[in-house]
């Protein structure tokens, strides 16, 4: 996958998909693609995938 260790790249992360808010944070920033293993499974199936980031920078919290 070509983004593994490419250029960094906004991203932003919550716990949930909810709205944001103090029990559910926002964190935007910049990162790096460390790992990425494709999603596998059946028709019709939730699809799930792991992927791992490191920061490039500074993350900005917000609940807003």
């Known amino acids: 996958f070509s983004l593994i260790g490419a250029a960094a790249f906004a991203i932003a992360v919550r716990i949930t998909s909810a709205v944001a808010s103090a029990t559910n944070p926002n964190f935007n920033g ?3 693609l460390v790992s990425y293993q494709p999603a ?5 199936d939730l699809l799930m995938t ?3 980031f490191a ?3 500074a993350l ?3 609940v807003a």
């Open 55 to 57: 920061c490039a920078g």
């Open 30 to 32: 910049n990162a790096i």
């Open 40 to 44: 596998s499974g059946r028709h019709g």
């Open 60 to 62: 900005t919290r917000s």
């Open 50 to 52: 792991n992927a791992t």
